[in-house]
């Protein structure tokens, strides 16, 4: 099975503070994504990789930055945390550009509070 | 912004009853995906259908597609208690590698 592993499941971090959540995933994806999710405002797409040391903007990226150096390891990084971004994020991997095995493989989430 | 917009937003319905939720879209996509969301877990992918198909069934998932409209729909049927979760529809975007959500359906299976 895929396993898409994020560093922390419960995260308080504060105002200012650099912060930096982890994914990596172990079934040699091409594509990793990182997501926010909050109440009333589903799923919003931050960043994704569709290739080692590759990224786009998602629709909401300001405030975030990502990394990729291995293809297995995707990381999402708070420059200087707020408190609106006290969220759940949610990292996700899966295949390139085949039209088979396309779904998305998600990590359990990190739910990030910043004080 | 590209996100998917879900309806009902919150649907609650007696166990054996049949739900059916909707997703709508503004872009071209390659395909259109479901995905269940227990509370405070990740997502687990349901079922896909690409561009191309109308219509495709798994056990007691029946999703529909049109690109004409730009909208799926998720029917359950047969609920049951266990049933209850948030359920997002996942598009990837034509031309691009992009995946985006809907906002979510909330369905709760009253036993």
């Known amino acids: 099975d895929v396993k898409v592993t994020q560093s922390s499941r419960y995260l308080v971090k504060r105002t200012g503070e650099k912060v930096f959540l982890e994914c990596v995933q172990d079934?040699?994806?091409?594509?990793m994504f990182w997501y926010r999710q909050d109440p009333g405002l589903g799923l919003r797409l931050i960043y994704f990789?569709?290739?080692?040391?590759?990224?786009e903007k998602g629709d909401i990226p300001e405030g975030y930055s990502v990394s990729r150096e291995k293809k297995e390891r995707f990381s999402l990084i708070l420059e200087s945390a707020s408190t609106n971004q006290t969220s759940m994020y949610l990292c996700a991997s899966s295949l390139g550009t085949s039209w088979e095995g396309t779904e998305a493989f998600f990590g359990q989430g990190t739910r990030l509070t910043v004080v | 912004s590209q996100q998917g917009e879900e309806d009902p937003q919150a649907l609650s319905i007696q166990e054996g009853e049949n739900a059916t939720m909707n997703c709508s879209y503004k872009t071209s996509i390659n395909n259109l995906q479901w995905y269940r969301q227990n509370s405070g877990r990740g997502l687990v992918h349901l079922i896909l259908?690409?561009?191309?198909?109308r219509e495709k069934h798994s056990g007691r998932l029946r999703v529909t597609l049109d690109t004409s409209k730009k909208s799926s729909s998720l029917l359950i049927t047969a609920s049951r208690a266990a049933d209850t979760a948030s359920y997002f529809c996942g598009f990837r975007i034509q031309g691009a590698q992009k995946l985006v959500f809907g906002q979510g359906t909330r369905l709760t299976i009253n036993p």
């Open positions: 079934m040699d994806h091409e594509n």
């Open positions: 259908i690409r561009s191309n198909e």
């Open positions: 990789s569709y290739d080692v040391k590759m990224k």
